[in-house]
């Protein structure tokens, strides 16, 4: 159907599959189809659907939830061939592309024009818009501007039976239920994403960085509550802990504030008169909180400085420690110091080292648990990130911000709903795809396989021999 150079089956290349981000969940597909078009997935999922193979789809890869780990024996369908921006409707403030567009390059193609799309992921360079749909990805300037699924409109699906399916289209709010708001964020468990229509928004007048360096994250969480509570909305506030600043420092030099226990990058856009209003406003709440030193970007280039140090976070713990595992919760704004206390204590009672990088005006905390394989420590390592968790469902908070939940907190998420929901989940999945072949083993947990296998993921006997399946 694809033609032979668009199918893959030789064993060397399927490994490149076997993972996304999380890497501690593997597993090789029988193959890899790179379908071209619409017509070309729903010729593939016609056949999967006729021989009863599980199937994924995949974007880039960088998922960190292991939601496009192939399932063994499997097809993996990758969106990669099908990266067109298809059409640039400025009147409309509307962008039509295929899956595989990274989503750096939406922007990109309408920036001349006065226009950004806003969520902004920091793997953004890479990450597919078909990824960022399934998992209804955010992004540090998510804050101001809500995220995936407030700047979708319109999807073509591809169902998995093979029937193709419109939801929504240019406009908002089409009758009916809700669809479009139940496939965003389904984690590629519903169907296959070919086409999408996205909100762009009109770039700000002014752009304004502030930065500001505190001895402690006490100090800083005390400045996102003020400058929040102050009734102002910042694009962005995001904040860093020391052990995040060393390694960024070392990887790409931002010129973060010697010493700092913690720094907070406040960005604030908008009319000119407001912004300098707003900047002047948060930096005597940074002050007040504490700040020994508030600096404002000047230029483009300083701006650019101080984001990268920011965005190259996770990939800069290379620098620092040979594994890091990112975890990805959230807890109610207020309740950051606490739950930052409480990451520290575990990070000392486990011996590991643990460091936040996170979205603090959402409350959407990224730990990076450092650890090194070789030295045996995956285990404990898992057991940290898993208590980190419960912490920030302790604080009120929830399982997963932006990363989804994927392979990785499918048996989590009892300890956030309750049996009657995930059974509302599983129905609602099953309305989808009666036969279990979209995406199986993500999102919504078997309890009885849940607690038989812990660790990395491997295939459980009873799956193996055909008794057990995982939903
Ligand atoms: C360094 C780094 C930084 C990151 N920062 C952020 C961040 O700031 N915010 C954030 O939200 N995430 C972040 N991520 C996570 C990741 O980049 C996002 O989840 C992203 O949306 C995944 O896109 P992808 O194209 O790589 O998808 P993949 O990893 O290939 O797939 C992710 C999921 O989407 C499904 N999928 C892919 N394409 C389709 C489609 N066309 N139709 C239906 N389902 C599909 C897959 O089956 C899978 O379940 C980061 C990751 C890394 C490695």
């Given at each position: 159907m694809l033609g032979p150079e668009h199918v893959i089956t030789e064993p060397e290349q399927l490994r490149v599959y076997e993972s996304d981000g999380l890497t501690g969940h593997r597993a090789v597909p029988e193959l890899v189809a790179l379908p071209d078009s619409t017509e070309q997935v729903q010729a593939v999922v016609r056949a999967c659907h006729r021989e009863q193979v599980p199937f994924v789809a995949r974007g880039a890869g960088t998922g960190l939830s292991g939601g496009a780990t192939p399932f063994a024996g499997g097809v993996v369908v990758s969106l990669a061939r099908m990266n067109r921006i298809l059409e640039i409707d400025l009147a409309s403030q509307r962008v039509v592309v295929e899956p595989g567009v990274a989503n750096l390059d939406v922007t990109r193609?309408?920036?001349a024009d006065g226009f950004f799309y806003a969520p902004d992921p920091s793997s953004q360079q890479v990450c597919t818009i078909g990824g960022n749909v399934a998992e209804n990805s955010g992004g540090a300037h998510c804050l101001k501007n809500g995220f995936t699924v407030h700047h979708v409109t319109g999807l073509t699906v591809v169902l998995p039976d093979?029937?193709?399916?419109?939801?929504?289209g240019k406009a908002l709010d089409p009758d009916g239920p809700d669809l479009l708001g139940v496939v965003v964020g389904s984690e590629g468990t519903l169907g296959i994403a070919t086409r999408i229509t996205l909100r762009i928004v009109r770039t700000p007048e002014v752009v304004r960085t502030l930065l500001a360096g505190f001895d402690t994250t006490d100090a800083a969480g005390a400045a996102v509550s003020g400058i929040v509570g102050a009734g102002i909305l910042p694009a962005a506030i995001e904040m860093m802990d020391r052990l995040t600043i060393e390694a960024a420092e070392l990887a790409v030099a931002p010129g973060y504030p010697a010493g700092a226990g913690a720094v907070l990058l406040v960005e604030l856009d908008g009319v000119s008169a407001?912004?300098?209003e707003?900047?002047?406003?948060?930096?005597r709440i940074c002050v007040g909180a504490?700040?020994?030193?508030?600096?404002t970007a000047t230029d483009d280039v300083a701006?650019?400085?101080?984001w990268k140090g920011r965005k190259s976070a996770f990939a800069a713990m290379g620098r620092i420690a040979t594994d890091y595992y990112v975890q990805d919760g959230v807890v109610p704004r207020t309740r950051l110091p606490e739950v930052l206390r409480r990451i520290e204590e575990l990070s000392e009672a486990h011996g590991l080292r643990v460091g936040n990088v996170f979205h603090a005006g959402d409350g959407n905390l990224h730990p990076l648990v450092l650890y090194d394989a070789a030295s045996g420590e995956t285990e404990a390592a898992r057991v940290l990130a898993e208590e980190i968790l419960d912490a920030c469902l302790d604080a009120g908070g929830s399982l997963t911000g932006e990363h989804g939940v994927g392979m990785d907190k499918a048996c989590s998420m009892p300890r956030m709903f309750s049996e009657r929901d995930l059974e509302v989940f599983q129905r609602l999945r099953?309305?989808?795809?009666p036969e279990g072949l979209c995406n199986p083993g993500k999102v919504v947990p078997t309890p009885r396989l849940c607690g038989e296998v812990p660790g990395p993921h491997r295939i459980h006997p009873l799956e193996r021999i055909g008794l057990a399946e995982r939903l």
């Open positions: 193609a309408v920036e093979g029937e193709v399916v419109e939801l929504g407001q912004v300098d707003d900047a002047a406003h948060v930096e504490g700040a020994f030193e508030v600096r701006r650019a400085l101080l099953r309305a989808f795809d």
